[in-house]
């Protein structure tokens, strides 16, 4: 980089003006870089020769929202030249607590980067969302139709193929049993009787959303086919098999 120097090599401003007066200003190389860490923006470090603007190292740091999906989430940090500089990265969540690991639950978090060489020290921060995912993305409701046996009865909950999430009730949502005449009870939270039964899964923690339709086979097309309600028949009713398969 070059410098603006007087006759006895003093560095002098960039924006140095002559006067009438003035000795001479000579254009030179820079003799003696003498660097500082400068912001650049909100998520840039760089060193910077304050004389002459020569560059001696940057550090970005970058975060993105993301969508909860059991696994850890952080900020990146790129760095290119920066020999001899010391750099940390730390996580921290919104109650300000530092965190051993990258956070892996629903929440919004906190990033900073802290660079020291040159004898200075400056710090960057950068904040991002991990959002709950949708129960209805990662739960069906499945039940096949039966008569009363006097048992109380649960639906069974499946999930997509391809859906690598492992959901525990309690942990990741609720299940709910509401009959739909309200003569009909339930026996510990459970369905007992011949009726309709309306059933709700809620998302909690990583989760939001609910799902209610109950999926119970698919048609001759290969349709997903669904209730609204999960039906226990009469004992003396005989169920007709029917069109849908599992």
């Known amino acids: 980089g070059y410098v603006l120097e007087d006759d006895n090599h003093n560095v002098l401003p960039r924006n140095a003006v002559l006067d009438n007066n003035a000795e001479v200003i000579t254009v030179a190389n820079?003799?003696?870089?003498?660097?500082?860490?400068?912001?650049?923006?909100?998520d840039t470090i760089r060193g910077i020769c304050k004389h002459c603007l020569h560059r001696s190292g940057v550090v970005k740091l970058s975060a993105e929202d993301c969508l909860y999906?059991?696994?850890?989430?952080?900020?990146?940090?790129?760095?290119?030249?920066?020999?001899?500089?010391?750099?940390?990265?730390?996580?921290?969540?919104?109650?300000?607590?530092?965190?051993?690991?990258?956070?892996?639950?629903?929440g919004t978090y906190t990033a900073k980067l802290t660079c020291k060489a040159f004898g200075q020290e400056q710090s960057i921060e950068v904040t991002y969302t991990i959002s709950m995912a949708d129960i209805a993305d990662h739960v069906r409701i499945y039940w096949e139709p039966t008569n009363?046996?006097?048992?109380?009865?649960?639906?069974?909950?499946?999930k997509p193929d391809s859906d690598a999430h492992c959901l525990s009730e309690g942990v990741d949502y609720t299940i709910t049993y509401e009959p739909v005449d309200s003569a009909d009870t339930l026996q510990e939270g459970l369905p007992v009787n011949a009726g309709d039964y309306k059933v709700t899964v809620k998302g909690i923690g990583n989760y939001t959303g609910t799902v209610t339709e109950i999926y119970i086979g698919k048609d001759e097309t290969g349709t997903p086919f669904y209730k609204q309600v999960m039906e226990i028949h009469p004992a003396w009713l005989e169920v007709e098999e029917d069109t849908v398969t599992a």
């Open 30 to 42: 820079c003799r003696n870089h003498q660097y500082e860490l400068r912001l650049d923006g909100n």
């Open 69 to 106: 999906d059991g696994q850890p989430h952080g900020a990146d940090k790129r760095c290119a030249q920066e020999e001899n500089w010391e750099v940390t990265l730390t996580h921290y969540d919104s109650d300000g607590r530092e965190l051993e690991n990258l956070p892996v639950d629903a």
């Open 148 to 158: 009363y046996d006097a048992q109380p009865k649960q639906v069974e909950l499946t």
